[in-house]
């Protein structure tokens, strides 16, 4: 089975009404690929906004979630609140998230869930820190990071899930991993979820790529037969995302 290309954007906490209109107006006039997936994540309070102006074949995502439909969690928002105000998709797991932020891989794990149960796809972010992969257990963090999901969801679910393997040195460093290295994680990934979860979901869950991705770096890492997108965070707030979006042309 051919697995569609997919491209997120993570605007992280970037943005503001002004920048927003601008640009979705350049994306909405650029010409795209009909067959390749593109998801924009937005912070929670440009969501509505966001999937007002964006072009109709893309899709929004929020950045997080919490666990509960609704209730005393002040601050906190909701998988059934994101797909209210128009999101189909939410990103789970970044770096920034496990790492600032303190969630763990059981937490993550249960967002998963609950997001799907709500109804939203999910871009589930995993990957090594640099000393991690300088002491040679890159997979066995990736692997850690994903027991917990594999060990929350049912196999069917794996169908509303996109991996992204974002090695932590590489996001928002400018040091992009090659296409070699993002190609063998890729492959370590695919027989993981093989031996952990069945060959179907190994051979039909997408895999992206997430880390210092431009639109000059994207094309060679396209071509890697178990990199099935990116995930991209700097460039996907300026009209170059256009490029990424078209990298595999
Ligand atoms: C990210 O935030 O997920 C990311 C990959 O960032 P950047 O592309 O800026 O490295």
Not at 135 to 140: E, H
Not at 174 to 199: F, M, N, W
Request: glycine share 8%.
């Amino acid at each position: 089975m051919a697995r569609t290309f997919w491209v997120g954007g993570n605007w992280k906490m970037n943005g503001s009404v002004a920048a927003i209109k601008d640009l979705t107006a350049q994306f909405n006039a650029g010409s795209v690929p009909s067959d390749v997936e593109v998801v924009i994540g937005a912070p929670y309070v440009y969501v509505p906004l966001l999937a007002d102006s964006l072009r109709k074949d893309w899709a929004v995502a929020g950045e997080n979630c919490y666990v509960k439909a609704s209730g005393a969690f002040t601050g906190e928002i909701s998988p059934e609140m994101l797909k209210d105000v128009g999101a189909k998709w939410v990103i789970l797991g970044h770096s920034e998230r496990r790492s600032i932020l303190k969630e763990s891989d059981e937490f993550i794990a249960e967002k998963v869930v609950k997001a799907i149960e709500a109804g939203l796809k999910v871009a589930l972010c995993v990957g090594e820190l640099l000393e991690e992969r300088e002491a040679g257990v890159t997979q066995a963090v990736v692997n850690r990071q994903l027991d917990a999901v594999v060990k929350a969801v049912k196999e069917e679910d794996w169908a509303n899930i996109v991996i992204a393997y974002e090695p932590v040195w590489a996001i928002g460093t400018g040091k992009v991993a090659t296409p070699d290295q993002a190609q063998e994680v890729h492959a370590a990934i695919r027989e993981y979820l093989k031996s952990a979860v069945s060959a179907k979901v190994a051979e039909e869950t997408r895999i992206a790529y997430g880390g210092s991705v431009n639109a000059k770096n994207c094309k060679d890492a396209a071509q890697k037969p178990d990199v099935d997108g990116f995930l991209v965070g700097g460039a996907s707030l300026k009209p170059e995302f256009l490029d990424i979006v078209n990298a595999t042309n």
